[in-house]
């Protein structure tokens, strides 16, 4: 069962087959929020994985995290779930201190995250048990669980595969059923670590097409890493990670059309976004954010 566009799942989820509208719970500011945060992992004292960063990130919002390999993209996500914590400065999910563990089990219910390779989260025999470990492990009534399975059973494609083992399951299967893990939980803030790499374009695409709608129909808060600049397009908002500090903080249109900064870290613009850019140089006027060939060419059909 789909809900009403403009209903959000609460922190702790709704009754069976009722949604319930977030905004008469009140508002809590905004969704995360890190203030000088620093990170040194173990045994690198020397060399820091973030320095002095701050970000926030409002309710609703889907923000893009990018970077090359070691800018701190992955650290940042684990940061944000509380599976690590800041070596200096503050995470606030919700503005529940990170650093207090009488915060910590309802941080996981409200902030879910998406590894990098889905078998790191996959503990279940089969996809339906896996979907219910997490609500079993929130001490949800059983009726309560076996709604939330077969909602992101639905949700996710994944009905016809309930009895399926995991490791039988296409890479692409199994990062759908890593996603739908991470929704039983009914988050309000969805954390993505490179969930699209090892997937082919089509599967990225739905990916990332399931993140939009989660923000348009749920309200769930998107925070996605990812180093690719058609993923980032997808985003409302983009932090630039290098080295461990924030670059650059704005639309992704503002940072392709700073070619200097994307090419010092290694990032190239969309081709479809540059043919736009200049085609409007040239006197065609075309749309902002983000663009499919067909847009562009009823835009260029209109002006000619």
């Known amino acids: ?60 919002e889907f923000l893009a995290v990018a970077g090359l390999n070691g800018s701190g993209k992955s650290t940042l996500c684990r940061l944000i779930n509380a599976l690590i914590l800041p070596t200096r400065g503050k995470v606030l999910d919700w503005g529940m201190d990170t650093r207090l563990q009488v915060n910590i089990t309802m941080i996981r219910r409200r902030v879910g995250l998406v590894m990098q390779n889905p078998d790191n989260q996959i503990v279940g025999p089969t996809v339906e048990d896996d979907l219910a470990f997490g609500p079993e492990n929130l001490g949800l009534p059983r009726r309560d669980i076996e709604a939330r399975v077969e909602e992101v059973l639905e949700a ?12 039988l399951l296409s890479m692409g299967e199994r ?48 925070i996605h890493a990812t180093h690719r600049p058609e993923e980032i397009m997808a985003a409302d908002r983009v932090a630039l990670l290098g080295g461990g500090r924030l670059l650059f903080d704005g639309s992704p249109e503002e ?35 983000p663009l499919e060939t067909r847009e562009v060419l009823e835009h260029l059909w209109a002006s000619s």
């Not at 702790?12 to 620093?38: F, I």
């Not at 173990?42 to 701050?54: C, K, Q, R, S, Y």
């Not at 392709?256 to 540059?274: S, T, V, Y």
């Open 1 to 60: 069962m789909s809900p009403p566009i403009g209903w959000r799942w609460p922190s702790a989820g709704p009754p069976p087959g009722r949604w319930v509208d977030l905004e008469s719970l009140g508002s809590r500011g905004p969704a995360v929020v890190c203030e000088d945060v620093t990170f040194y992992y173990p045994g690198f004292e020397d060399i820091p994985a973030l320095v002095g960063l701050n970000l926030e990130v409002r309710e609703g």
């Open 156 to 167: 996710m494609g994944l009905a016809g595969l309930r009895r399926r083992e995991p490791h």
């Open 175 to 222: 990062k759908r059923l890593a996603v739908a893990g991470a929704l039983a939980m009914h988050p309000r803030v969805l954390v993505s670590d490179e969930s699209t790499s090892m997937l082919d374009p089509p599967t990225r695409s739905e990916t990332i097409g399931l993140f939009t709608r989660l923000r348009e129909e749920r309200g769930i808060t998107i």
């Open 255 to 289: 940072l392709f059309e700073d070619r200097e900064l994307i090419a010092g870290q290694g990032l190239r613009a969309p081709a479809l976004f540059m043919l736009a850019r200049e085609l409007e140089a040239r006197g065609f006027p075309m749309p902002r954010g």
